[in-house]
């Protein structure tokens, strides 16, 4: 591994030498580096994760850790080799309690992030990974064209697996009935998003003490989407989201903000049925009661 490393290592330091202790690379002049190959089977997890890193530094320098080469999306040559990746090294630690860097966090996402626009639609250019899940992205040019289709695909992915009639019948009936009732009025524009932004996705950057995302699985969508799963599982400080709708206010219909909640953690419900099984299905199902309820 320290032959597919080194060549780019040198581009970035050419006078230093460097310690191999996969995943970390040392360098003489002190800098750290985070390195990793995969099978050939995961060609496509490693590019998702890398154009999703490289769509988030350039949209909020240094909220994620900045990639320095990685197999890519358009080079035919590198179909036949494992695929890699090489980043910064970022020593991370639990955001949990710190209520300052969930703040700064709150208002990085806010303010760069979530304003960080598409001249394509909604979507994203290559397949990413939400967990295991692969997502096919593509380019929609509606909101609500482009979340049906991911809670489509998911649907898909349960009725393969043959035991969630009732999920996916009642799914079916969310796309046509509560996803154009909800996001066809909204005015809004296409804006990066991580994907998969719960807990133990970010952190704090122990040398700085600044907030760090990673393990994105990003597209670009509605700005509210994004907080669906840290909702979920929680492990944010009340300051992150205090901050966040500060700088970035609820989406009109405001009265209509807690459905919407509801209809995009039902996305992340489906997917852990499809990655974990039944012990997620009957949430999913309460999360289609209310919002079928809740419709017209």
Known sequence: MDKIFLPHLQKIEPHAQFVFSFPIIESSLGRKYYAKVGSLSEREQFVGEAESLRAIYNAAPGLAPQVFAAVGPDNPATTS????????????????????????????????????????????????????????NGWYQTWEECYSAMIGSLLAMLRDKGSFSELCTKGEQVRSKVIPFLLRPLEIQPVLL??????????????????VIFDPSSYFGHNEADLAIARIFGGFPHSFFEKYHEHLPKTEPVDQYELRADLYELYHYLNHTVLFGSSYAGSALRKMTILLRACP
């Open 81 to 136: 080799e494992r695929p890699y990746f090489l980043s910064e090294y970022r020593n991370i630690t639990s955001l949990t309690s710190n209520h300052k860097a969930g703040g700064e966090l709150g208002m990085r996402l806010a303010t760069e992030l979530h304003v960080y626009k598409s001249t394509m639609g909604f979507g994203f250019h290559v397949p990413t990974f939400c967990g295991a899940t692969r997502q096919d």
């Open 194 to 211: 991580h994907g998969d932004l719960w807990s133990g996705n970010a952190g704090i950057d122990s040398s700085s003490d600044k907030p």
